[in-house]
């Protein structure tokens, strides 16, 4: 495949463990999600979340943490489109990684849903992230590596539920780009940290088919 087009800015976002966390919108039938990360091994917090999406009847334990996991929720996860058993031993610390992982079956995700934290602001997580991203379906192993290495993902549009390219670089918001969803909101904003020239290099694919419709086709020469 062609290589994947420059980023519009090299952005991450850190969140300390202690009182930053990042608030997500409600996104309607999710199968999957991922994201480019950074997780310390070192967190404030021995009990602290990666996501925190529960508060949904149906959806209870759609949580991930150090020491509790969802497990009859959550199903196969993948680093770097590698598949391994789901625990937050086996996920790699102190450097970047493509994290995804899929829901055993279609949920609603609640606005109270977050990510780095717990739900009531608590049990924050250490971490940094470069890119985020919601699926309507489980992505194929072709399709899980596609996306880990950094190139587009051509299929029908609604495949993609939402992405959170973080590339705004500034504020508090973090811009959804396919409008599907709403932004994303940074918590407290008077302590975010963004990062320039901090991505992973393979983190911010893009492609327009998966934002917006196909543009029509030109109208041929006279």
Do not use: C
């Amino acid at each position: 495949p062609p290589p994947p087009p420059p980023r519009d800015a090299s952005y991450t976002i850190s969140f300390n463990g202690e009182t930053q966390y990042l608030m997500l919108p409600a996104i309607t039938q999710v199968r999957a999600f991922s994201m480019w990360v950074y997780l310390y091994s070192e967190q404030p917090n021995n009990n602290a979340y990666i996501i925190d999406a529960s508060g949904q009847p149906g959806n209870p334990e759609a949580f991930f943490g150090i020491s509790l996991i969802g497990t009859d929720f959550w199903g196969p996860m993948k680093l770097d489109a590698g598949q391994v058993a789901k625990s937050w031993d086996n996920i790699v610390k102190d450097a970047w990684v493509h994290f995804y992982i899929e829901s055993l079956a279609d949920y609603n995700m609640p606005a109270s849903s977050v990510l780095f934290a717990k739900t009531g602001n608590q049990r924050h997580m250490k971490a940094r992230l470069s890119q985020l991203e919601f699926w309507a379906r489980p992505l194929s192993v072709d399709e899980a590596v596609t996306v880990a290495t950094g190139f587009n993902l051509a299929g029908p549009p609604d495949t993609l539920k939402a992405l959170f390219p973080v590339e705004d670089g500034e504020g508090r918001l973090v811009e959804e780009v396919t409008g599907r969803a709403d932004d994303a909101q940074l918590v407290p904003v008077s302590e975010v940290t963004w990062n320039a020239n901090d991505a992973p290099e393979n983190s911010g694919w893009k492609h327009p088919s998966l934002y917006h419709p196909p543009p029509p086709p030109s109208p041929p020469p006279f």
